[in-house]
């Protein structure tokens, strides 16, 4: 069983163009976390959800949107892509309700391509 | 604030050798440290974390990591390199756990491991 799945895998698109990325968790766990790993592999965290709530909002452009149906999915909706928004998104979720002590477990990553 | 530094972009070990991957941590607080293995186009594994207790952790794959304060070092080593051991390697910090950081982790640059037969 997959812990943390993300779809799609590859992504291909124009400049301009909206798309979204889906992320879902069978943990159970509270919190839900988007990164960004650039062309260089250097991995910062975007946004972070914990049980459905806003709680870490890293300086990005407000064309990204993150969104929480429940507490298993985090999706990212990205509007008017731009060429440097190309780099490998990772869904991420963790237990941060016991005390941080937790793991964060990674989800496959998805690799947007901006024309 | 915290921050990560990992010695070596590039970190080049013959079959059967010493793994020694370096990672030197800042923060204000008692930290809590990870290191994660990514396989080329997979997405992140953790090897090992420490959080409290015991100062030297094992972790998956013959891999362990001392904590030492003093230093500020959380470096990763094993014993005897493996072809399969070939990645990039990410130590990372999680952040003081009060609720507007939501325990995100801080990473450092990454560690890319080539094993040479």
């Known amino acids: 069983d997959t812990a943390v799945s993300q779809t799609p895998k590859y992504l291909v698109t124009q400049m301009g163009n909206d798309k979204s990325i889906k992320c879902e968790q069978n943990l159970g766990h509270d919190t839900m976390y988007w990164y960004k790993q650039d062309s260089k592999k250097f991995l910062k965290i975007m946004f972070s959800?914990?049980?459905?709530?806003?709680?870490i909002n890293e300086t990005v452009p407000n064309r990204f949107s993150p969104k929480s149906p429940d507490k298993a999915h985090l999706n990212l909706h990205i509007n008017s892509l731009e060429l440097g928004d190309s780099a490998v998104y990772f869904c991420a979720s963790s237990q941060v309700a016991s005390g941080g002590r937790d793991e964060q477990f990674f989800g496959p990553g998805t690799r947007l391509t901006v024309l | 604030a915290q921050s990560v530094t990992q010695l070596g972009s590039h970190v080049s070990v013959s079959e059967g050798a010493l793994v020694l991957l370096r990672c030197n941590y800042s923060s204000s607080v008692p930290p809590y440290l990870f290191w994660y293995v990514q396989y080329p186009n997979q997405g992140l594994q953790l090897l090992l974390k420490y959080t409290t207790g015991a100062t030297l952790v094992k972790g998956i794959n013959g891999f362990e990591a001392e904590f030492k304060k003093s230093e500020t070092s959380f470096h990763l080593t094993k014993p005897s390199a493996h072809m399969s051991d070939a990645a990039e390697y990410f130590c990372a910090v999680r952040a003081a756990l009060i609720y507007n950081q939501g325990g995100k982790l801080i990473f450092g640059q990454g560690t890319e491991l080539s094993v040479k037969p």
């Open positions: 959800y914990n049980n459905k709530e806003l709680i």
